[in-house]
């Protein structure tokens, strides 16, 4: 179907451009989009109440121009504060900090009241009191009297302000972050009449779209000017005609009390015309539509993105009323960060402080002991941050969660292939290295590999072996050997598998968990890490029986067996070395008897 016969559509659907980004608002939502300095898109979004639905009296026209007047104001203040803290580092002023601390109110709310008052003041000094004192000087160089031609007067200041407000426009266009918002604003009007023409919403669609809008608000600031030089100078008529003429100060604040009618009229001015394009209406849009060629550019293709991610993010909220809102993800400090990663964490009953340090020291890529910092983490950290807390949520193992694991300084990839190595694993490994300076080693059901490349990259003469029954797991360990550049011998079996060679040291944490206990293990292990490396039998003991027979053929004369070991379990595996001729046994860090070693 060609462009030409695509129906077009009205939407009430507008829009505002903000800092690197663009605020669409329909009838009862509203998202805006920001590409942050990581080229993210990031969207925030809310539902509201419209006005007219609150009240009859707010559906009357001109009354609703006033509202929407206000509320424009505002929220428009409130979405360039909030994309400000998408697209900069987030850090809040010491006055910010006074405000939240000391008077426990927002700052984000007194900052836009004062941004919205400030604004305020400003218009008024550019757009009624300038305009009104230069026709003073004209009246003094003239001679003339303008009280007597209330008309003149009112025309002649309003073609002072239009000079204003274009020059205005003009010094803030050469303001490098004001001219890239003129081409957001021109993203914004290409998106919206690309949808209005019936086009797919791309952005090759998007860029053959005008980037001038019936219902910008320039158009609507051209109307307010108009219709304050109409109304004010039949107001100022009424009164000459009584022989009452206002002086400075007093016309000032009348213009400043008529600016909500004006206001209202305007929008309701702006409203029509946009519902027709009959050619008589034309003249009345066109000083608009020119002056939009000054507050927008043309956008590239990445801000046609960003609006068109706002739009479409409006639609859903609209076309669904269960579709979830969404809040931006902004740069916040370490500690910050932490404090909000553990209470989601103690709000699933996972009360581990640890766990929230780990996740943010390790994507932050902060040492742990400075996570409570003022280091400020920047948006893209902190999605991965979130994106690791949720998964933790649903009871996956930290470190399959973090993807990998240190173990004695060496990076070991983990998931649900392996175990996650345990500290006290540490202390087995550390043994072994002590014996295996140019041994021959095998480290029996190697899991991650982790034992085993400790043990080579420590002793690098050692010649190491590894063996597993788990085809998945040894994939892994071989992985994890490469990524640290150790040199091991990899094989898949069940304990000693078809090995024919002897060695001088066996090195081995096997599965040692009674069958029976497994089902009461907590959740993160029994539903998540391998069964196969977790059940040691009945008793527990059936892995130790086996490898203390069978070692016993695959150990040099004088060769060294490790075997890490459960709670109370040390004393049982000794009755199973009655061929080994030296056995001692090793305490952990908290004195539980961790690590059998025998001697042949």
């Not at 918002?181 to 791309?202: D, N, R, S, V």
């Not at 909500?260 to 008589?280: C, D, Q, R």
Request: hydrophobic share 45%.
């Amino acid at each position: 179907m060609s462009d030409k016969k695509k129906k077009a559509k009205r939407t009430s659907i507008g829009g505002q451009a903000v800092l690197e980004g663009v605020m669409m608002r329909g009838p009862s939502s509203a998202a805006t989009a920001v590409r942050d300095q990581d080229g993210i898109i990031r969207i925030e979004s809310e539902r509201f109440v419209p006005a007219a639905k609150k009240s009859l009296f707010f559906r009357l026209p001109i009354v609703r121009g006033i509202i929407s007047f206000f509320v424009s104001l505002f929220g428009g203040v409130k979405n360039l504060m909030r994309s400000a803290a998408v697209y900069g580092d987030g850090e809040p002023t010491k006055f910010e900090k006074w405000l939240s601390e000391k008077l426990k109110v927002s700052v984000m709310g007194v900052v836009s009241v004062i941004s919205v008052l400030l604004g305020l003041a400003l218009a008024i000094f550019l757009f009624i009191w300038l305009p009104q004192f230069v026709r003073g000087l004209i009246e003094k160089w003239s001679g003339i009297d303008f009280n007597v031609h209330v008309w003149a007067k009112n025309f002649i200041e309003g073609g002072i302000k239009l000079l204003v407000f274009i020059g205005y426009i003009l010094f803030c266009s050469l303001v490098k972050d004001v001219k890239r918002t003129f081409m957001y604003h021109g993203a914004e009007h290409k998106t919206i009449t690309c949808f209005e023409k019936g086009l797919p919403l791309t952005v090759q669609n998007a860029k053959k779209c005008r980037r001038v809008h019936d219902r910008c608000g320039t158009t609507f600031i051209v109307f307010v000017m108009v219709i304050s030089i109409i109304l004010f100078a039949v107001f100022e008529s009424i009164l000459s005609v009584n022989g009452i003429y206002l002086d400075k100060i007093v016309r000032v604040l009348c213009k400043i009390a008529m600016l909500p009618l004006v206001a209202g009229l305007s929008y309701e001015l702006l409203k029509a015309l946009s519902k027709t394009n009959f050619w008589l209406f034309y003249p009345l849009k066109v000083p608009g539509l020119l002056l939009q060629l000054l507050t927008t550019k043309e956008p590239d293709d990445k801000m046609l993105e960003v609006a068109i991610a706002a739009f479409k993010e409006v639609e859903k909220l609209e076309a669904d009323i269960n579709y979830p809102t969404k809040k931006f993800v902004v740069s916040e400090k370490s500690g910050v960060v932490v404090e909000n990663v553990y209470k989601r964490l103690i709000d699933k009953g996972i009360e581990e402080r640890a766990e929230a340090e780990w996740i943010v020291s390790l994507i932050g890529k902060i040492s742990r002991d400075k996570v409570y910092s003022d280091i400020v983490l920047s948006p893209k950290k902190i999605d991965k941050i979130n994106e690791i807390t949720e998964m933790r949520l649903t009871g996956r193992p930290l470190w399959y969660c973090i993807g990998n694991a240190d173990f004695m300084g060496y990076t070991v990839n983990v998931d649900e292939r392996v175990l996650i190595p345990r500290p006290e694993t540490e202390i087995l490994a550390e043994k072994a290295i002590e014996v295996s300076d140019g041994k021959k080693v095998l480290d029996l059901c190697t899991g991650s590999g982790a034992i085993a490349i400790a043990i080579k990259k420590e002793k690098p003469a050692a010649d190491v072996f590894a063996t597993d029954i788990s085809e998945s797991a040894i994939s892994l360990a071989k992985e994890n050997a490469e990524n640290n550049g150790a040199e091991i011998k990899f094989s898949v079996g069940d304990l000693f598998g078809d090995l024919t060679e002897k060695f001088d040291v066996i090195v081995s944490n096997p599965p040692y968990i009674k069958s029976g206990d497994i089902k009461d293990l907590q959740t993160e292990v029994k539903d998540f890490e391998p069964i196969v490396a977790l059940d040691g039998g009945e008793d527990g003991l059936s892995f130790y029986r086996r490898i203390c027979s069978e070692s016993v053929k695959y150990l040099n004369k004088g060769g060294i067996l490790l075997l890490e070991c459960g709670f109370d379990q040390a004393k049982d595996i000794i009755k199973l070395l009655k061929d080994f001729s030296s056995v001692n046994i090793i305490k952990d860090y908290e004195g539980i008897d961790r690590i059998v070693k025998a001697e042949l």
